[in-house]
T-cell receptor, first 111, second 114 residues
């Protein structure tokens, strides 16, 4: 158990809809990262928050947004969903530097 | 632009033999490198890391080698066990930078045959 909790584990939704993925980081970790893993692809960095502030952005679509709340949990919002958004979405957390600990992921299926 | 590359999508080895997984990077600012292991339907789990001030780090059966001049690192697993069968991701970051986001390679699927 990494200590990072993601909900829900699975999500099936229709094209055009909006979903929210939730992540609770390890206790004490201030950094939260979101990654996307599409079929047979590596882990693509989407966005990082540190103590409530956006710290880095990767290849995140404009239809996607995220935030980190005062209690340090984070949400990734995906809107106007397309079939190609179907993927595993991972959240990870870390201290200021060093290794990141990953959650179990949310499998999103857009039909 | 793929800054971290794992050119072998898969590798098959016999139980008890050595597994060598390779990784190349292009960004010379990277100074901290990690290997993660991932089983299906699970999140990646940290395996071993190395700082750019070292050229080798060992942890039990796992050793990571770093060749900074070649911008290349490798993970050696000796001896390989069937339970090591998983996808292995190489990752790199700038340690202590404004963001220590990890940039991942595309992964290598290791199959250890009994």
């Amino acid at each position: 158990d990494s200590g990072v909790t993601q909900t829900p584990k699975h999500l099936i939704t229709a094209t055009g809809q909006r979903v929210t993925l939730r992540c609770s980081p390890r206790s004490g970790d201030l950094s939260v990262y979101w990654y996307q893993q599409s079929l047979d692809q590596g882990l693509q960095f989407l966005i990082q928050y540190y103590n409530g502030e956006e710290r880095a952005k990767g290849n995140i679509l404009e239809r996607f947004s995220a935030q980190q709340f005062p209690d340090l949990h984070s949400e990734l919002n995906l809107s106007s969903l397309e079939l190609g958004d179907s993927a595993l979405y991972f959240c990870a957390s870390s201290e200021r530097t060093g290794q990141a600990f990953f959650g179990q992921g949310t499998r999103l299926t857009v039909v | 632009d793929q800054q971290v590359k794992q050119n072998s999508p898969s590798l098959s080895v016999q139980e008890g033999r050595i597994s060598i997984l390779n990784c190349d990077y292009t960004n010379s600012m990277f100074d901290y490198f990690l290997w993660y292991k991932k089983y299906p339907a699970e999140g990646p789990t940290f395996l071993i890391s190395i700082s750019s001030i070292k050229d080798k780090n060992e942890d039990g059966r796992f050793t990571v080698f770093l060749n900074k001049s070649a911008k290349h690192l490798s993970l050696h697993i000796v001896p390989s066990q069937p339970g090591d069968s998983a996808v292995y991701f190489c990752a790199a970051s700038v340690y202590g930078g404004a963001t220590n986001k990890l940039i991942f390679g595309t992964g290598t699927l290791l199959a250890v045959q009994p």
